[in-house]
C-alpha cells in the first residue's frame, strides 16, 4: 500500500507520515514512536532532549542571515486515536496502519489513519531534515497524549522552550487559521449492581448496533450523528416493560473523544416471547432508522442467538441505567452566539460499559464549551440526572479553551502570506475541540499562537481521510510563513 503514498508531493512530507503508520502508536502506547522521533532529531544532529512527560523537543539553529527573527515553535501531537470497525482484525498496540491512496485522498483499511495529528508531525519532521528551507531559531515540540488527556502538554515545564511564537498543526480545514478552541472536562459516571441469577425458561441475544459513522466529538458533533449508545438503550426502553427484555452486559463506544458508532449487548427474554421481542425491536429500530437517516444511513441492527450468560445486572440498576442514558445531554447543547456556526457547549455519551467481575457499570462523557460558566451547568445536568439514578459521579480532566487575540502579529502574517501565496485572505475560526493551545499558553503566556492545517475529514473515525492537494498547500503555506516571520 506504500507506493501510492510515495509518490505523492511533497514527496519528503509523505514519506514521513507513512513511516509513522508503520509504528503503532494509540495514546499511552507512545514509546516506539517517540523513540524514534528522538533518533530522527539525534541523527541530524540537532539538539533532541526528551523531557517527564514524554515530550520531544528538537532544536534546529536559524538560517544564517536569519538570527533575528523571532524563534518560531511548530507544534504536533505523536499519539492517533485507535478506531476500526468491528470486523476488521487490528492490534492499534501491535499492527501498522494499512494506509493508502482513494482518488483524491489518503486513507486506511478499517481503521483510523492517524492523519490526526500525524501530518502535522510529518510536516515538522521535513522542516527539521530540510537544508534548503529559509527560517529563524525553531524548535519542535512532539507532544505525547493528546487524545485522552493532554498529558504532554499538561507536563510541559515553563522555561524549557526559548521561542516566542507557536505554530499548532492539528486544525483540519486548509484555508482556514484558527485562533481559539473551547475548554472540556471528563464525566465519569458508575453504577454498582448486584447480580440476579438467570430464570428458566429463558433464551438469550445479542443485540448489536453497528455501522454508525461516529467522529470527532468536537469538529463532528455539530453533524447530528447518531450515538449508538443512545440507540442501545432507546431499543431496550421499549423492549423491557413490553417483554420484560433484561441485560446482562453492555460494551458501547469506545474512546472519551469519539462519538460512539457500535454498542454491543447481551439480553435475555423468556423463551415464548422471544419472536415478540425481535418484531419489537426491529419495529423500533426501524423508526430510529428513519429518524436518523439522513446522518446514518448504514446503521444496521442484528439480534443473534447467543450463549445464556451466568447472570444479569439487577432489574432495578437495569431501569435506572437506561433512564439515565436516556436522559443524559447528548450533542450540540448550545451555538455560540458571537461566531454564527461554532458550537458553544455539547457534550459526547462516549461509552457504556459493563464489568462482571467489579459488578459496574462505567459511564464516560466529554463535555465541551468555550464558555466555564456553561460547561460547569452542563456539568450540573449530567450530575443531576445520574445522582437520581443512584450512580456516583466524577468529575476530571478539565483543560482551559484558548481565547482569541484578533491583534495577533503571527496572524496578521499568515494572513498576508496566505493572500500573496494564493490571492484570498484566509477564514479566520475558533473550533470546538480541545487544542492543546490553551494549556500551552497557559504556561507560557507570552506565547503568540495560530493553528493550521490540511483539510481531514472524519478524524477518530475509520472513516478518516486526508485530502492529497491541500497538504501541498499545507505544507507550502507553512515554508512560506517560516521564511516571513518578523524580526525581534
Not at 223 to 243: D, S, T
Request: with cysteine.
Amino acid at each position: 500500500m506504500s507506493q501510492g503514498i510515495f509518490d505523492l508531493q511533497p514527496n519528503k512530507l509523505w514519506k514521513n507520515f507513512y513511516q509513522l503508520t508503520q509504528i503503532p502508536r494509540p495514546s499511552n502506547h507512545e514509546d516506539q514512536v517517540q523513540e524514534f522521533i528522538y533518533n530522527f532529531g539525534k541523527e541530524l544532529g540537532l539538539e533532541t532532549i526528551k523531557d517527564e512527560a514524554g515530550n520531544i523537543i528538537v532544536r534546529k539553529p536559524a538560517t544564517p542571515g536569519l538570527e533575528n527573527r523571532k524563534g518560531v515553535i511548530l507544534q504536533g501531537h505523536l499519539d492517533m486515536v485507535p478506531q476500526k470497525n468491528s470486523e476488521k482484525e487490528h492490534d492499534f498496540v501491535n499492527d501498522p496502519i494499512e494506509a493508502f491512496v482513494d482518488g483524491d485522498w489518503v486513507t486506511a483499511n478499517g481503521t483510523t489513519l492517524g492523519a490526526d495529528n500525524g501530518i502535522g508531525v510529518a510536516a515538522a519532521m521535513a522542516v527539521l531534515a530540510s537544508d534548503n528551507l529559509k527560517h529563524g531559531p525553531l524548535e519542535v515540540l512532539f507532544t505525547a497524549t493528546e487524545e485522552t488527556g493532554m498529558d504532554g502538554a499538561e507536563g510541559l515545564k515553563a522555561g524549557v522552550l526559548q521561542g516566542e511564537i507557536l505554530l499548532n498543526t492539528d486544525s483540519e480545514d486548509e484555508g482556514e487559521l484558527y485562533v481559539g478552541c473551547a475548554g472540556g472536562e471528563d464525566v465519569g459516571i458508575r453504577f454498582t449492581y448486584t447480580e440476579e441469577q438467570v430464570p428458566a425458561n429463558m433464551v438469550a441475544f445479542g443485540l448489536n448496533i453497528t455501522g454508525l459513522k461516529g467522529g470527532h466529538s468536537g469538529m463532528d458533533i455539530v453533524l447530528q450523528r447518531g450515538n449508538a449508545n443512545q440507540v442501545f438503550f432507546r431499543l431496550l426502553n421499549e423492549a423491557y416493560p413490553a417483554i420484560g427484555a433484561r441485560l446482562a452486559s453492555i460494551d458501547g463506544g469506545s474512546l472519551r473523544n469519539a462519538i460512539p458508532r457500535e454498542a454491543f449487548g447481551v439480553v435475555t427474554v423468556d423463551q415464548q416471547k422471544s419472536d415478540e421481542f425481535k418484531q419489537l425491536v426491529e419495529d423500533e429500530f426501524a423508526v430510529i432508522k428513519k429518524e436518523l437517516l439522513a446522518t446514518e444511513p448504514d446503521m444496521k441492527l442484528s439480534i443473534v442467538t447467543t450463549d445464556m450468560p451466568a447472570e444479569l445486572i439487577d432489574e432495578p440498576t437495569q431501569v435506572n441505567l437506561t433512564k439515565g442514558v436516556l436522559a443524559c445531554p447528548n450533542g450540540v447543547i448550545r451555538m455560540s452566539d458571537s461566531m454564527p456556526g461554532l458550537v458553544e457547549t455539547s457534550t459526547n455519551l462516549a461509552s457504556v460499559k459493563s464489568d462482571a467481575a467489579g459488578k459496574t457499570i462505567d459511564i464516560a462523557c466529554l463535555m465541551r464549551s468555550s464558555v466555564d460558566s456553561a460547561k460547569a451547568n452542563l456539568g450540573k445536568r449530567i450530575a443531576a440526572v445520574f445522582s437520581m439514578a443512584g450512580a456516583k459521579v466524577k468529575f476530571s480532566g478539565a483543560y482551559p479553551g484558548w481565547q482569541p487575540n484578533m491583534a495577533s502579529p503571527i496572524l496578521k502574517t499568515m494572513q498576508e502570506v496566505y493572500h500573496e501565496k494564493y490571492g484570498k485572505v484566509p477564514e479566520i475560526k475558533a473550533i470546538h475541540a480541545g487544542l492543546e493551545c490553551g494549556i500551552l499558553g497557559g504556561t507560557y503566556p507570552n506565547w503568540d499562537m495560530i493553528s493550521f492545517g490540511p483539510t481531514i475529514r472524519f478524524p477518530h473515525s475509520p472513516d478518516e481521510k486526508v485530502n492529497i492537494a491541500t497538504v501541498q498547500k499545507f505544507w507550502d503555506f507553512m515554508v512560506e510563513t517560516l521564511e516571513n516571520i518578523p524580526a525581534k
